[in-house]
């Protein structure tokens, strides 16, 4: 039986409790339904774990991918820089080689920032909300209009 289908048997027979059936049936009913949540429910908590343990997995895994490829990104920006100051070292503007050509090119034009820039040339930014600063400002008592400190409640195996 599912876990749903239990506790909504075990909220029907709570709900009978007035209707003259014995107390001892009633408590033996719902100490058995309440064994069998018990077992469902652990069985899903280490479900959950086991999720947790596979997720902690991934995660090295993707840190160890996303290292090497920093590395193997980094060894390229280097191989490049080396070659094109090498190149302007030489004076050699291209090379012609049996599969590429390696040539020295202008790049777009960009800008270095110097100081302060006019009003103009700035985006507007869309504000956002400091949430933290929300909270501490909620739990020592300061109200805030169209603002209220929320306790929610969520499942935690331990």
Excluded: C, W
Excluded at 130 to 153: C, F, M, P, S
């Amino acid at each position: 039986m599912k876990l749903y289908e239990l506790a909504d048997q075990y909220q029907s027979v709570l709900s009978k409790i007035d209707e003259g059936i014995p107390e001892d049936v009633i408590r033996d009913t719902l100490e058995s339904l309440e064994g069998d949540i018990s077992d469902k429910v652990e069985s899903m908590a280490k479900m959950i774990k086991s999720i947790e343990g596979e997720e902690k997995i991934f995660e090295a895994e993707e840190k160890r991918l996303y290292d090497r490829r920093k590395t193997l990104e980094n060894h390229r920006i280097s191989i490049r820089n080396y070659i094109g100051e090498q190149l302007i070292k030489t004076g050699i503007e291209k090379i012609k080689g049996q599969v590429f050509t390696v040539a020295m090119q202008d790049n777009p034009p960009s800008v270095a920032i110097t100081g302060t820039i006019p009003q103009n040339y700035y985006i507007p930014q869309p504000a956002t909300v400091d949430r933290r600063k929300l909270i501490e400002d909620l739990k020592e008592g300061i109200k805030v209009e169209n603002a209220e400190l929320v306790k929610t409640r969520s499942v935690r195996i331990r």
